[in-house]
């Protein structure tokens, strides 16, 4: 289960901030220093991990270490609810969509960061 969320990470990772590298390429850690990240793209990725795996990552969460890291990232997803639907089946990489300014669309979480407004994908880094 754990590889299928990190998997799914990737994947969201790679869609929401339109990176030009394979999936497999996602290193597991030092994610910030090794894909040149800044807190807008983080913030960005975070908001669309909500979206993904319906759940809300509370501002006292947010730090370099939850986002440099796929195992503790997947580890937090596990823990606030997310993973494999009921079924067991992980939802697809594709589950995640984006509206027309470029933030994800679909049920995602009631709270967290995407309810505060973040700063849209279209906004410069």
Same mark, same amino acid.
């Given at each position: /289960? /754990? ?7 990737? !994947? #969201?990772? #790679? ?10 390429? #996602? ?19 975070? =908001?669309?991990?909500? $979206?993904?795996?319906? =759940?809300?990552? !509370? ?7 939850? =986002?440099?890291?796929?195992? &503790?990232?997947? &580890? ?7 993973? %494999? ?5 992980? !939802? ?10 470029? $933030? %994800? ?7 967290? =960061?995407?309810? &505060?407004? !973040?700063? %849209?994908?279209?906004? %410069?880094?």
């Amino acid at each position: /289960m /754990m590889q299928e969320i990190k998997d799914r990470l990737r !994947a #969201v990772l #790679v869609k929401s901030l339109a990176l030009d590298i394979e999936l497999s390429a #996602v290193p597991e850690r030092d994610l910030v220093k090794s894909l040149g990240l800044n807190s807008i793209n983080t913030i960005e990725f975070l =908001i669309w991990v909500e $979206t993904e795996f319906d =759940i809300e990552i !509370a501002d006292e969460d947010l730090s370099v270490d939850l =986002i440099d890291d796929l195992d &503790q990232l997947a &580890q937090y997803v596990v823990e606030r609810g997310g993973g %494999p639907s009921v079924d067991g089946n992980a !939802a697809s990489n594709d589950s995640v969509t984006s509206s027309s300014n470029g $933030t %994800p669309s679909g049920s995602g979480a009631s709270g967290g =960061i995407a309810a &505060q407004g !973040a700063v %849209p994908a279209s906004e %410069p880094a």
